[in-house]
């Protein structure tokens, strides 16, 4: 009689285990929709731009005004973090380029260039 409960119970722990590894994986799988839809929820007005164009013309002698990059990670303006590399000699004919690249996690791979191409008076288009 012992052997023939514990059959009994064998089955029942079976059908229990099958059960919740269903129920598991069900919530396992809503879990990672959920939080893949918020992800892109938060992130869906996330940018990282250059402020004006990404490649400008100036004459020798011309003053160049950096206007900077804009970035904004998971909501949140982070515009500050955006590091700028590069100088621009305006005395001096020549091609010049300015590296942005931006100090967070979101855009940690990202890097944006800017081409500022000086030229004579004689030589612009």
């Known amino acids: 009689?012992?052997?023939r409960k514990s059959k009994q119970i064998r089955k029942v722990v079976k059908k229990l285990d099958r059960t919740t590894m269903v129920i598991l994986c069900i919530f396992l799988?809503?879990?990672a929709a959920v939080g893949v839809g918020t992800s892109l929820f938060v992130m869906r007005n996330d940018v990282f731009a250059i402020n004006g164009?990404?490649?400008i013309t100036l004459n020798v002698g011309d003053e160049y005004v950096e206007g900077g990059a804009k970035a904004i990670a998971?909501?949140?303006d982070i515009?500050?973090?955006v590091n700028i590399d590069g100088e621009v000699d305006t005395q001096n004919e020549?091609?010049?380029i300015i590296k942005y690249t931006v100090d967070n996690f979101r855009f940690r791979n990202y890097?944006?260039?800017k081409l500022v191409k000086v030229v004579g008076e004689e030589n612009n288009d």
């Open 111 to 113: 890097t944006l260039y």
């Open 29 to 31: 799988i809503l879990g």
């Open 53 to 55: 164009e990404t490649e």
């Open 79 to 81: 515009s500050e973090m």
């Open 94 to 96: 020549g091609e010049y």
């Open 1 to 3: 009689m012992a052997k």
């Open 74 to 76: 998971f909501g949140k």
